[in-house]
Nanobody
Framework: QVQLVESGGGLVQTGGSLRLSCVATGRTESLWTMGWFRQSPGKERAFERAFVAAISRTPDSTYYSGSVKGRFTISRDGAKNTVYLQMNNLKPEDTAVYYC??????????????????WGQGTQVTVSS
C-alpha cells in the first residue's frame, strides 16, 4: 500500500505561482511513475481527472499536458519520497482540485488514468481573474 498526501494548494491571482507537494509513505519502493492530475469544477467523477504532468523514477523523464507545458514543472526528491509541481503564470482555467497519483507498474512515466494505483485526497487550487 502507498499513502499520498498533497499540500500547497490555495487561492492565487492570475499570473501568480504555487508549488504543490505530494509525500508518499508505505511501500515507497514501488513509486515508479508519479503524476499530477486535476479535476475541474463540474467534473464529478474520478475518471474525469485530466492529466497534468508525470515523472518516471529512473531516469527522471518528465511529461506534460499541452495546456501546462512551459508553465508547470514536475520534480521529485527520491530521498524524501516527494513529488512537486511548480506552477507559474497561473490562469483561471487552471482552477481545479489537483491529485497526486502513483502508477506502480509503469516505469517509463507514460501512464493513463487507469494505470494509476493510488491517489491522494486532492488539494484545491483557485486562480482568480
Amino acid at each position: 500500500q502507498v499513502q499520498l498526501v498533497e499540500s500547497g494548494g490555495g487561492l492565487v491571482q492570475t499570473g501568480g505561482s504555487l508549488r504543490l507537494s505530494c509525500v508518499a509513505t508505505g511501500r515507497t519502493e514501488s513509486l515508479w511513475t508519479m503524476g499530477w492530475f486535476r479535476q475541474s469544477p463540474g467534473k464529478e467523477r474520478a475518471f474525469e481527472r485530466a492529466f497534468v504532468a508525470a515523472i518516471s523514477r529512473t531516469p527522471d523523464s518528465t511529461y506534460y499536458s499541452g495546456s501546462v507545458k512551459g508553465r508547470f514543472t514536475i520534480s521529485r526528491d527520491g530521498a524524501k519520497n516527494t513529488v512537486y509541481l511548480q506552477m507559474n503564470n497561473l490562469k483561471p482555467e487552471d482552477t481545479a482540485v489537483y491529485y497526486c497519483g502513483v502508477a506502480e507498474f509503469v516505469e517509463s512515466g507514460v501512464a493513463t488514468f487507469s494505470d494509476y494505483d493510488y491517489w491522494g485526497q486532492g488539494t484545491q487550487v483557485t486562480v482568480s481573474s
